[in-house]
């Protein structure tokens, strides 16, 4: 004879407080935070209506998409959807979100059949990730958006700002090569325009072109380096134009 969702939230009143102290938010709906946790090879075995947390994932995967895009969105207003598209995936894959799983412990809570039990099931990517997910969607349906907006900043935000430098600054070339090619379906061009100082401490000035206009100049201690600074500069002028024409 099988057992209820009900009956588990009894059986497991203790595991799934200390979770809600982990995750920082307190359900109303025990059975939600509870069914986010079954995974569908213990439903399978020993749910009376086989229900798991598949359902919750699929919602907690949207749920994730919309708040995720919108701590991005008001993080790094200047860049653009691509780039901003790419970050998010960065960080909501099956890998990112198992180690989000992993940092509150989350497979120590997981319902798993007999045989998902036995070969590691609680240390799956695949399996993480998706409790992961079902986790948001729990949060979102006894909270509402709100509440899984803090959840995610929370969790989500240190990476992020960990990150910010790689994802933001160092990537100005690519962010001015994409709305060039974007919107001319052409890239800039870059030129040495002056070297000066000792070979031990060279300084390099090049500018950004674009079809033989100027956008920008930037200057350092390596060519690379003076080409980003070029490009962050180009950048700031086509966006000061576009602001004037608006």
């Known amino acids: 004879m099988g057992t209820t969702l009900a009956a588990l939230v009894q059986d497991h009143e203790e595991e799934l407080q200390e979770l809600q ?13 509870q069914l986010s946790l079954v995974h569908s090879s213990f439903a399978f075995e020993r749910l009376d209506d086989n229900s798991h947390n ?58 798993l059949g007999r045989g998902e039990n036995a070969s590691a099931g609680r240390e799956k990517p695949s399996i993480l990730s998706c409790a992961y997910e079902a986790l948001v969607g729990a949060i979102f349906l006894d909270g509402g958006y709100d509440a899984a907006l803090d959840f995610v900043r929370r969790f989500f935000s240190p990476h992020i700002d960990d990150r910010s430098d790689n994802l933001v600054i160092a990537d100005a070339k690519s962010q001015l090569q994409e709305f060039l090619q974007e919107k001319y379906n052409e890239g800039p061009e870059y030129l040495l325009i002056e070297e000066e100082g000792p070979a031990h401490a060279r300084r390099f000035s090049i500018a950004a072109l674009f079809q033989g206009r100027e956008l920008g100049v930037g200057k350092a201690s390596s060519k690379k380096e003076a080409e980003q600074q070029a490009a962050r500069a180009a950048l700031q002028q086509l966006q000061a134009a576009e602001d004037e024409v608006e």
């Open 21 to 33: 102290e982990r995750i920082g938010y307190d359900f109303r709906d025990l059975q939600l935070l």
């Open 54 to 111: 598949e359902t919750q994932e699929f919602l907690g995967d949207a749920v994730l998409d919309l708040t995720v895009g919108y701590i991005l969105f008001v993080s790094f207003p200047d860049l653009r959807e691509g780039k901003l598209t790419r970050i998010r995936s960065a960080l909501v894959n099956e890998a990112g979100l198992a180690q989000m799983a992993r940092e509150i412990e989350l497979g120590k809570y997981l319902l």
